[in-house]
Each structure stands twice: as structure tokens, then as C-alpha cells.
């Protein structure tokens, strides 16, 4: 490796060395002062990568501009959660170095799986961020919901780890090669053990992005776990596996199988998001079925990869990851001793919390596509290009589910501010400047890629490129 490489890594070492350190300072003086710290390696590796940009190829790992956007992205998506939680990890007692330590780690694996040039990093990168947020979800020790959910997702994410691994044996028990640009070269017609590796690759990052039918965990994690990590959980750790599978779909784009089975996803995913969430009482359950659905939106667009869906599906994870740190945040700054869950809980709070219920309510908007916020342009961009690829029908589908999500929204903003509190309704904490820039950030993010979404746009043009 050059000096070159090593400076081109730098936005992966920075994080990565940044968590042993952070571990290494803690054990010596624990504090609050660790999210600072944090937040200044996650900044540092930023601006790395946004005023240095190099590329450089190395064994395993590729630094080019879709890595780089990505690391923007995770890093943006992580700072924002570290703003967050230094608050609300205060208020519900969890100490120690070990919540930003673990954020960095995940970090580093994030990168590194954006960045994987072969299935075996591929796969190190996916389980490392995975492995540092089977930690996070349980992380407050004394919640007994949080333990539950932190078992659920290790249960299920060790599961998927083993299909995901299998998969990796097969395919190269197939073509005596893991490198992703030589297996992309592929016959005419696959070989069934080639195509058997895909399929359980494939199974394996839909876990990761909670596409039907490898969901079922959503709800319960997103639930038990705090709700600064399932921010992060919902959003940078999606746009990771999202990458992922941007990497490992050219293996399937000779086989016509590989499409009908990313159409049955896309439409199973949408619809099953969508309904269960109309039934749903608790919010964090609500954006856990919301999340779920918004995934099949971003299927559908991997559908349509040659007609531009590749564009369209990375502006979507943008737009869908600043509206998910913003519901995401509303309710963590809106949580004292316990999280406020139940959707009841939430009347009147537009007016005596402002910032809060306004960027819960434009996340909320956005979430269903109501323009001027990002989703609109998310969905006319994924809409658009299902319509250019031919995929009518999904696209029609996709639009009734988009219908039906907007009344579950709607739910929640009214509640914010066409119900009346009850009149034994305790007063509403003041937030703190780092709560507030944590609220603020992703709800400009959304107005302003709602009404200006050309820059992104024409940015992912040039940065990806499918066959």
C-alpha cells in the first residue's frame, strides 16, 4: 500500500483507530466529554473526505466517488446521532465510553462495506456495522425491552450472517474467484450453483434492509432499542446495506430470475409496510412498519436500475435518512425517564414544543411524499424511473401504497396540532443546543432537497453507473 492508498483510507482508518481511542480515553476518564470527542473524529473523517478527495485501489477495498459519497453520507447520518444521544443517553443513565466507541466502529465497517471491491470485505464490512449495533440496541442495561430486542436482532442478524456467508461458499465454489468485477463478467446462462449463492447473498442484504419477507425484526428492535441508535439503525445503517446491494446486483443482471425476484420483493415490501402501519398505536412501532415500506420504495428503484433507477435509489436513502433522523430525533428529545411511544401521547406537542413538532411533522410529510419535503422528489424520482423501465404495474402499486401510508402519517401531525393536550400533561423539557442543531440539520436537509433537489441529483449521475 502507497502513502497515496493510506491517505485516500483515511475517512475509514480515522473512525476505526478514532474507537480504540475513544475506548482507551474512557478507561482512564470516563465523561460526557467522549461524545465531543467523537463527534470530532466523525467530523475530522468529513472533512477528510470532502476537501481531499482521492481515489486508490488496494485488495478488497476501492476509494472512488460512490464510496466517498457514502462516507459523506454515514458520516453526516452519525454526527447527527452523536448530537442526539450525548443528551438522552444522560437523562436515561447510560454511561461510559462504550456508546461512542461502538458508533465509530460502525462507522469504519459502513465505509468499508460501501467500499468492497470483493464478497469477502463485502461481507466483513456488513457484519462489522451489524456486530457494533447488536451493542447499541441493547446498550441501556436496566431496560428489559432493549435486552429483548437486542436478543431478537442477534438471533436474527447471526441467521443472516449464515445465509449471507453460504451464499459467498457457493458463488465461489462456482467461479474460484470473490473479486465483485469478475463475477459481474458472467456465460450467457448462469450455473444453478452460482445462481443458489446469489439468491442467499441476496437473502442475506435483505435482511439488512428489512425487505419482506426477512422483516419481522424491525418492529420489535426499533421499539426496544433507545431511539438515538435506532435513528442511526434506520437510516446510515440502511444506506450501508443499500450500497451493499448496489455492489452485489450486477452479479444477477444477466439472469431474468434476479429481476421477478427483486420485483416480488419491491411489492411485497411496499405493501406489507404500509398496511401494518396503518394499525399501529405506538410511533417508534409506526416508523419501524414506515421504514419497512420506504425500503420497497427503494427496491422498486433497483428494479428500474437501468432506466435510472440507480440514481433515483440513492437519492431516496438521502431523502429517507434526514427524515428518519428528524421523526427519529422529535422523539428522542422528546423522551425523559421513558421514551413517549404511544401516538396519544403526542397531542398538542406541535405547540408546546415547536421545534420538535415541526420537524416531526415535516419528516412526517416527507415520509409520505407530500411536497415540497424531499419524499416528494424521492418517490417522483423512483416513480419515474420504474415508468421508464416499463414496470408500470409496480409503479401503479407503488403509488396506491404511497396513498394508503399518507393517512398514517397525517395521524401523527394531527395529533401534533388538532388535538388538544390533556390538561394533566406534564410541561415540555427545553431543548438543548445540541438537541436542537440535531433537529434542525436533517429538517433543512429535507425542505432543501424538496425544493432544490437538482445538485444531488446531477451529483449521483455522474458518481454511479450500472451496466
Known amino acids: 500500500m502507497t502513502n497515496a492508498d493510506l491517505m485516500a483510507l483515511m475517512p475509514l482508518i480515522i473512525p476505526a483507530l478514532g474507537s480504540v481511542l475513544v475506548l482507551l ?29 482521492a481515489s486508490a485501489l488496494m485488495p478488497g477495498l476501492a476509494v472512488t466517488p460512490f464510496s466517498r459519497f457514502f462516507v459523506l453520507f454515514l458520516g ?3 454526527l447527527v446521532a452523536l448530537l442526539l444521544a450525548a443528551g438522552y443517553n444522560k437523562r436515561r443513565g447510560i454511561v461510559g465510553e462504550e456508546y461512542p466507541a461502538t458508533l465509530l466502529f460502525a462507522l469504519a465497517g459502513m465505509g468499508a462495506a460501501c467500499a468492497a471491491t470483493d464478497l469477502l470485505m463485502l461481507f466483513l464490512g456488513l457484519e462489522a456495522f451489524t456486530f457494533a449495533f447488536y451493542i447499541l440496541v441493547a446498550v441501556e442495561r436496566d431496560s428489559p425491552r432493549g435486552g429483548e430486542a437486542g436478543l431478537k436482532y442477534l438471533l436474527n442478524g447471526t441467521l443472516a450472517a449464515a445465509v449471507l456467508a453460504m451464499g459467498i461458499a457457493l458463488v465461489y465454489c462456482s467461479r474460484g474467484t470473490l473479486k465483485l468485477a469478475e463475477l459481474a463478467l458472467q456465460p450467457a446462462a448462469p450455473e444453478p450453483l452460482f445462481l443458489a449463492g446469489v439468491c442467499m447473498i441476496l437473502l442475506g442484504v435483505a435482511f439488512k434492509l428489512s ?63 404500509n398496511l401494518a402501519a396503518l394499525v399501529q398505536t405506538s410511533i417508534k412501532r409506526l416508523l419501524a412498519w414506515s421504514s419497512v415500506a420506504q425500503m420497497g420504495y427503494v427496491a422498486l428503484a433497483f428494479v428500474a436500475l437501468p432506466a435510472g433507477g440507480a440514481r433515483a435509489a440513492l437519492f431516496y436513502m438521502v431523502a429517507y435518512g434526514a427524515a428518519g433522523l428528524a421523526s427519529f430525533g422529535a422523539v428522542s428529545v422528546l423522551s425523559d425517564g421513558s421514551d413517549r411511544d404511544a401516538i396519544e401521547q403526542y397531542r398538542g406537542l406541535g405547540y408546546r414544543n415547536p421545534l420538535a413538532g415541526a420537524a416531526l411533522a415535516v419528516a412526517l410529510f416527507s415520509l ?32 396506491l401504497m404511497a396513498l ?64
Open 25 to 53: 480515553i474512557g478507561a482512564v476518564r470516563p465523561g460526557g466529554y467522549l461524545y465531543g470527542v467523537a463527534g470530532a473524529l466523525v467530523a475530522a473523517s468529513l472533512l477528510w473526505a470532502l476537501c481531499l478527495p
Open 76 to 78: 453526516g447520518t452519525c
Open 211 to 273: 425487505f419482506v419477507p426477512a422483516h419481522l425484526w424491525t418492529p420489535d428492535v426499533y421499539q426496544g432499542a433507545p431511539a438515538p441508535v435506532t435513528a442511526l439503525l434506520s437510516t446510515a445503517s440502511k444506506g450501508a446495506s443499500a450500497a451493499a446491494l448496489f455492489l452485489v446486483l450486477p452479479l444477477a443482471a444477466a439472469w431474468r430470475g434476479g429481476h421477478d425476484i427483486l420485483w416480488c420483493l419491491a411489492l411485497a415490501t411496499m405493501a406489507c409496510g
Open 368 to 399: 409520505a411524499g407530500i411536497p415540497p419535503a424531499a419524499g416528494f422528489m424521492a418517490k417522483f424520482a423512483v416513480f419515474s424511473a420504474a415508468l421508464r423501465a416499463g414496470e408500470t404495474a409496480l409503479a401503479v402499486a407503488g403509488v
Open 404 to 467: 394508503v401510508g399518507v393517512f398514517f402519517y397525517l395521524r401523527v401531525v394531527v395529533a401534533l396540532y388538532m388535538r388538544p393536550a390533556d390538561g394533566g400533561e406534564a410541561p415540555v423539557r427545553p431543548l438543548s443546543l445540541s438537541e436542537g442543531l440535531a433537529l434542525a440539520l436533517p429538517t433543512a436537509a429535507i425542505l432543501f432537497l424538496g425544493l432544490y433537489p437538482s445538485p444531488l441529483l446531477d451529483l449521483l449521475a455522474h458518481i454511479v453507473k450500472f451496466p
